[in-house]
């Protein structure tokens, strides 16, 4: 990319030579300290070379105009280019399910790997993407989601792992280990992003005992994890826009959990004041000369940040890249390893494996699924969504897949000779009975779509936002922009008329908890011809049930999984691979059990009650609870039991699986710190051959026993008698508990 728009060394700068960050890199890799090599070339700088390292590389306008046609597919984000001392930046790409620039391989959305439980699969997927990243010219990977579901709304729901931060962080853990093998990753939106229409407006107001226990483990876990670089949300947290917030930049990210790698701001309107974002430890603001390419030169003059801190941050960027000069000094791969066919089969798997299976009800004396191949002449597809392209968001996470199996043309190939499989959309559902009363099982796939929930973009460009906005571009850096664009061909899109959009599509948050009128109507039509009728679900995040569900023989949630989506469910249902997902939220019974979401405020009060421990405090079942998911195969847990092993609890017990097919259990360990509700410490996931018994250990950090103190702002160590539960899932009347004496640390 556009290497002409960079500034020039200034009249009487001595010339460094190109090869000094390369230098640098040797010298970290024979054991020196990163951030004295750091400082030693970031001294080497002009005060224009500086500042130049704390924004994207490319100009505004051009930028902007660029993006709206495509551009996010076809060229990585840069930043922090100083080719005069051989700086090579970083360059952005998003996630997360999947590299969204060409033709790559488009995975399952977050939250169904969420619903994997399976740390292993993440971190191979982490592999997978990390390669891939490579091969499209990109460094830094955005797609380390793991803002905590706190509603099931939230239109963005489905880039994240789910409503518990021990899940998500692990999950989120996993994911950066793979991706780092290869390059950088960045983990975001620190901090309480979770409403997506007001995201450029909303003010979240919570208390340090919700932060720190609630919406923060996450972020911490992943940043001891190793992680690169951090991105700040849009919103504001506690009063303070988080891209400028001291609180969350500094005090806690850097002082309190020793976060040695760089932060940039979400795009375009992550930040409101250059001098603040500057002070409040923000290194980078992405990805256009923007706010502080106007304002940070007054911002020094006038004493709103220092000459010191622009300097601490450029070190934090540089010494960050020296840390992975190593990895990064690894040739790309080709591009040939978009979308291979060891990372398709590695979607499929990723697929199957998140398949959560919620209800399997017996039809004349026998469970309907899995399904006998053997005895299907011919299966009814009904449903809009069971062929089409439906892989979930079509903002920032949008992934062009070359192809993608639908349900229908999973179905279709897995029955090839053996049944025939029959289709309608089920606008008519008249028709879409008449065919599934001929038929021997009918599955209906319903659901959502971009369109219904995912990024949203519709208060962008408006009222105080477009103030934001800078003026007219610097003409040379315009002109190499678009020079390069020109020279740097279009990536090949998908199929025409295929779904994925090229600018943003407008979902937002979702409006309702509940399918589509239509969906529900269908369902009806269908559980009314035929008793075999199986429903999958496809979405995000939780969608209530209660009204169809005890109509219908078997559920389950099949979520947008990616470009071999339709091979897994096909797989899953004909019992080729075993149902193993278990559900990352809680799907409640009523939406009234869930706390307070206005798509529209402008102030929301986080506290530290929602999901699973929300509902036990008030003493609602859930409809079905986190955790939650059947298996073909009959699995129980035996006794629990508990020691400690220097700073770890150690929980065992034994699973069995007593039935005639393999299966998984998500071994799940509860525990409650001093007054505060039961919440998940950890879990282990293991595969058990038909009738195998096999002793599980969950290790827990006693961390994760600690509570905030909001006093001292620090930890309490939980001491004394702690009762651990070991259980299938948060609600589970067989779970197990045990006690364990905690010596002081
Ligand atoms: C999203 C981020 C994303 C960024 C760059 C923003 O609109 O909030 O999640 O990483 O765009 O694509």
């Known amino acids: 990319m556009a290497a002409e728009g960079r500034p020039q060394a200034t009249t009487g700068v001595a010339m460094s030579d190109e090869r000094e960050f390369d230098a640098a890199a040797e010298r970290v890799a024979d054991g020196a300290d990163p951030a004295a090599e750091a400082a030693a070339l970031v001294g080497l700088m002009t005060d224009e070379e500086r500042q130049w390292c704390l924004d994207g590389d490319l100009p505004f306008w051009a930028g902007l105009a660029d993006l709206g046609s495509g551009g996010y597919h076809r060229r990585t984000f840069p930043a922090a280019r100083v080719p005069r001392l051989g700086l090579d930046g970083f360059a952005f790409s998003d996630g997360p399910r999947g590299v969204v620039i060409g033709p790559a391989t488009a995975f399952p959305v977050s939250m169904a790997r969420g619903a994997t439980w399976d740390v292993d699969l993440e971190e191979r997927i982490g592999e997978a993407i990390g390669t891939e990243l490579r091969a499209v010219g990109a460094t830094l990977y955005g797609g380390v989601c793991v803002n905590v579901l706190r509603h099931p709304a939230w239109g963005r729901a489905q880039e994240t792992y789910g409503e518990d931060p021990v899940h998500v962080g692990e999950m989120g853990a996993a994911l950066t280990r793979g991706v780092q093998r290869h390059a950088m990753a960045c983990v975001k939106h620190l901090a309480c992003n979770s409403m997506e229409n007001a995201r450029f407006s909303v003010d979240v107001s919570a208390d340090e005992v919700t932060l720190h226990e609630v919406f923060l483990p996450q972020f911490r876990r992943i940043v001891e994890e190793g992680v ?326 078997a559920v389950v949630q099949s979520w947008y999984a990616g470009m071999e989506g339709g091979h897994a469910l096909a797989d899953v249902l004909l019992g080729r691979s075993e149902p193993s997902g278990r559900l990352p939220f809680t799907v409640p019974a009523e939406a009234d059990h869930l706390p307070p979401f206005d798509r529209g405020a402008t102030e929301a009060v986080y506290d530290a009650w929602h999901g699973y421990w929300r509902l036990a405090r008030d003493g609602h079942r859930a409809a079905y609870p986190f955790g939650f998911g059947l298996s073909y195969t009959a699995l129980a847990l035996g006794p629990a039991s508990a020691k400690v092993e220097g700073d770890d609890v150690v929980a065992s017990t034994v699973a069995a699986n007593g039935g005639l097919r393999a299966g998984v259990e998500v071994v799940q360990a509860y525990a409650r710190a001093p007054e505060r509700p039961r919440r998940l410490v950890g879990f282990t996931r293991v595969t058990l051959d038909p009738g195998e018994h096999r002793v599980v250990e969950v290790r827990v950090p006693r961390s994760r026993l600690a509570t905030r103190d909001p006093e001292a702002h620090a930890w309490v160590e939980s001491r004394g008698s702690c009762e651990l539960v070991l259980a299938r899932h948060a609600e589970d009347p067989e779970a197990s508990s045990c006690t364990v004496d905690l010596p002081p640390l």
């Not at 992405?286 to 941050?313: D, H, K």
């Not at 011809?529 to 969608?543: E, I, M, W």
Request: hydrophobic share 50%; proline share 4%; with cysteine.
């Open 228 to 553: 690169a670089v951090v991105m700040s949300a849009y919103n504001a947290v506690n009063g303070e826009w988080c891209g400028q917030s001291r609180e969350l930049l500094t005090d806690v990210l850097r002082d309190e959990w020793g976060f040695e790698g760089f932060v940039i701001s979400d795009w375009i309107f992550g930040l409101r004041d250059a001098g603040r974002s500057v002070a409040a430890g923000l290194d980078v603001e992405m990805p256009y000369r923007m706010i502080r390419a106007a304002g940070l030169g007054e911002a020094l003059a006038g004493g709103a940040c220092t000459t010191e801190q622009v300097v601490a941050a450029v070190e934090r960027v540089v010494a960050t890249l020296l840390r992975f000069a190593e990895v990064l000094s690894v040739p790309a791969p080709s591009r040939d390893v978009l979308a291979c066919d060891e990372h398709r089969a590695l979607a499929r798997e990723a697929a199957a494996a998140s398949i959560v299976l919620l209800r399997n009800a017996p039809v004349d004396g026998e469970p309907v699924l899995p399904l006998d191949a053997a005895s299907l002449s011919k299966v009814a597809v009904l449903g809009r969504l069971a062929a089409v392209r439906n892989l979930g968001d079509g903002g920032s996470s949008d992934v062009w897949a070359p192809t993608v199996v639908t349900p229908l043309d999973g179905l279709r190939t897995a029955l090839a000779g053996q049944a025939a499989v029959v289709h309608d959309d089920g606008d008519d559902r008249r028709a879409a009975g008449a065919l599934a009363a001929e038929a021997d099982v009918a599955i209906v796939i319903v659901g959502y779509t971009k369109a219904d929930e995912g990024e949203f973009i519709g208060s962008a460009g408006t009222g105080h936002l477009a103030d934001l906005m800078p003026g007219a571009d610097d003409p040379d850096l315009a002109a190499a922009f678009q020079a390069d664009v020109a020279a740097n061909g279009v990536e090949s899109g998908p199929p025409a008329g295929h779904g994925e959009s090229t600018g943003f599509a407008v979902g937002g948050d979702r409006d309702s908890l509940r399918l589509h009128p239509g969906d529900e109507a269908l369902i009806a039509a269908v559980a009314a011809a035929n008793p075999r009728t199986v429903v999958a679900v496809v979405a995000g995040s939780a969608v209530l049930t209660g009204s169809w569900d005890d109509d219908v023989a």
